[in-house]
């Protein structure tokens, strides 16, 4: 592909499994995008069962199936990276929801800044998203956009190099040139973040272009998503204990404040089980090389990484 106009061609990576319960309102968003520029869908599908292939086939996309067994976030897209032929990736996940027809040109140009190695959108909340869910992503997910950047001297630490692969874009070459780690369970996009403000170039959050993207986790995912969380992390910031321990404490305070003004009142007594079940997986988390493993195979959300052989 060779772009045309002003933004370059696209190539767009989704990793996929069992996603035909979203995909199809995912994918009609992108081919209703206006953008100037050849665009092209890169699927990493990891041996779903449920006619995702089907679906992604039938919007033109290019899949490709590996075992589940081998995914992680990062070979899967750096998998897609290898695959693509646009000159800028966009990294999106399968139940991600492109809001509005001029996402994707909003994404990509801030790419044209040759000082910036990568941007990432902000997600809101579904309709049918509970206060909790709101309050997180309001808080991840602001409504002013942000640059970072690190000096020489500068920690690594979470709020510094916070980034997600939900929805992100970056040049290909940068994409090559900074690969995603494929040996974390999860926070490669953290990584790659890292990598690139390191190397001297800006990352940038995007308020204005924006995807629809929140959970419902029960309790036990909440613990085994920030279980995996947590484990990933390791070497990948620089925060310590009584840093996160204060930032613990001021969500829980912001989060509670949140429920108060929005009226939910039984919300207020579904913050403590929801909290505790966050703080006790980052807790294990941080510690899982430290447990037994048949602890790690019940409280991971990702039990084939545990079983996978470790170099």
């Not at 780690?181 to 924006?210: C, K, N």
């Not at 009584?242 to 989060?255: C, D, K, L, N, T």
């Amino acid at each position: 592909m060779t772009p045309i106009g002003d933004l370059p061609s696209v190539s767009i990576v989704i990793p996929t499994y069992q996603g035909v319960a979203t995909l199809p309102a995912t994918l009609t968003a992108i081919r209703a995008q206006d953008y100037p520029s050849p665009v092209e869908l890169v699927a990493i599908d990891s041996t779903s069962t449920d006619g995702t292939r089907a679906v992604l086939e039938s919007f033109g996309a290019r899949v490709t199936v590996i075992p589940q067994s081998e995914f992680t976030h990062g070979y899967a897209r750096n998998l897609g990276v290898q695959q693509a032929t646009g000159s800028a990736i966009v990294f999106l996940s399968q139940d991600a929801l492109p809001i509005g027809s001029h996402w994707l040109a909003g994404l990509i140009a801030p790419l044209t800044d040759p000082t910036i190695g990568a941007v990432y959108a902000r997600q809101v909340s579904r309709p049918d998203a509970t206060p909790l869910e709101i309050y997180f992503h309001e808080s991840l997910y602001p409504p002013r956009s942000k640059t970072y950047r690190l000096s020489g001297a500068d920690s690594t630490a979470l709020d510094q190099i916070f980034f997600s692969n939900v929805c992100s874009a970056a040049l290909r070459s940068t994409c090559l040139r900074f690969p995603l780690d494929e040996t974390i369970i999860m926070s490669e996009d953290q990584a790659f973040a890292r990598a690139v403000l390191q190397a001297g170039y800006s990352t940038r959050y995007l308020a204005e272009v924006q995807v629809a993207h929140s959970h419902h986790y029960t309790l036990s995912g909440l613990f085994r998503r920030n279980f995996d969380s947590a484990y990933s992390l390791r070497g990948v910031t620089s925060d310590g204990a009584f840093s996160m321990a204060r930032q613990g404490v001021s969500y829980i305070a912001g989060e509670a404040g949140y429920v108060i003004r929005a009226r939910r009142w039984r919300w207020l007594f579904a913050i403590p089980p929801y909290e505790v079940a966050r703080i006790a997986g980052r807790l294990f988390g941080a510690r899982a090389d430290r447990l037994p493993q048949r602890w790690r195979l019940t409280l991971s959300l990702h039990r084939s990484y545990w079983l996978r052989p470790k170099n």
